[in-house]
């Protein structure tokens, strides 16, 4: 098989990495907390974002409209982290620190911004619930990019 070697190839291949780690994070997270809730209520939740209350209706449909919303915001984060790789030259150096920044920079943007303007039901950060789901975006959105950008660029 060959490597994907595009800039939209492997955007879309580090998307589809990290989305799906984070969501399986996330999964395997909310059924910890919930003691066995059904983790499709994740993908419900992130599509009430778009579709505010009538997302919790119980129709199936929103469901997968969370799972594309989800994937389209891991692409999207891809993106950026694959633009603003090549011109941070300090980022090639410290891939590590690289990506545990970057997870953390999209933890604070989707929380203190991104959520607060969408339609999502609006609770109080919890402090241990925010550092676990930090620590998920760290390890499973931010290190993913860095190595692959940093293999991408290095090629």
Excluded at 5 to 19: D, H, K, Q, R, W
Excluded at 61 to 71: D, T
Excluded at 117 to 128: A, D, E, I, N, W
Aim: charged fraction near 10%; hydrophobic fraction near 55%.
């Amino acid at each position: 098989m060959r490597p994907v070697s595009s800039f939209p190839g492997t955007v879309l291949l580090a998307g589809l990495i990290a989305g799906t780690l984070d969501i399986l994070s996330a999964f395997v997270h909310f059924f910890i907390v919930t003691h066995g809730q059904p983790v499709t209520r994740i993908l419900v939740y992130i599509s009430s974002g778009v579709f505010g209350k009538a997302a919790f209706s119980g129709e199936p449909a929103m469901m997968w409209w969370g799972l594309l919303f989800h994937y389209l915001i891991a692409l999207a984060w891809s993106f950026v982290f694959f633009l603003i790789y090549p011109k941070i030259p300090g980022l090639r150096k410290h891939p590590v620190a690289t990506g545990l920044a970057y997870g953390l920079l999209v933890w604070c943007v989707m929380n203190l911004v991104v959520l607060p303007l969408s339609q999502v039901p609006h609770g109080p950060l919890r402090l241990v619930n925010s550092v676990i789901n930090i620590l998920i975006l760290m390890v499973m959105i931010g290190l993913p990019l860095s190595f692959m950008a940093r293999k991408y660029y290095t090629r």
